[in-house]
C-alpha cells in the first residue's frame, strides 16, 4: 500500500486545508481540545533508545574481516612460535578496539 495515498500530501495543502484536516485554528488548540488530545494521543515525544553497554561496543569492534584476518594471523604466528610477531598483532587489534570502543561510547552518550 502506497503511504502517500493514505496521508495527506501537507505540504501541498493550504493553510485553511491543514487546518481542516488537523481539526484546529488559526489561533491554535484551545486548553480542552489540548487536554482531549494528550489523553488521546499522548505527548509528541520519540522514545528513548535502550543505551549499549560498553562491552558490546567493545565487541563490536571486532566485527570487521580485516579484524578476523588478523586474529587469524596471530593465531598462526603463535602456532609457529612467532610470539613477538603475535603479541604485536594483538597490542594493535585491543589498542584499536579500546580506541574505538571510546571513541562510538562517547559519541552515543
Known amino acids: 500500500m502506497n503511504a502517500s495515498k493514505l496521508e495527506p500530501q501537507w ?22 481540545e489540548v487536554t482531549k488530545r494528550l489523553n488521546l494521543y499522548g505527548y509528541n515525544i520519540l522514545p528513548l533508545a ?4 560498553y562491552l558490546k ?4 569492534q571486532f566485527k ?16 609457529v612460535a612467532e610470539y613477538t ?17 571510546i571513541q562510538e561510547y562517547t559519541l552515543r552518550n
Open 11 to 32: 505540504h501541498a495543502l493550504s493553510i485553511d486545508e491543514t487546518l481542516l484536516q488537523l481539526k484546529s485554528h488559526p489561533n491554535g488548540l484551545n486548553d480542552a
Open 50 to 53: 535502550k543505551p549499549v553497554s
Open 57 to 60: 561496543i567493545f565487541l563490536s
Open 64 to 79: 570487521n574481516a580485516l579484524i578476523y584476518i588478523l586474529l587469524i594471523s596471530a593465531l598462526i604466528s603463535l602456532f
Open 85 to 101: 610477531d603475535a603479541s604485536v598483532i594483538l597490542i594493535v587489534l585491543l589498542s584499536n578496539a579500546f580506541i574505538g570502543s
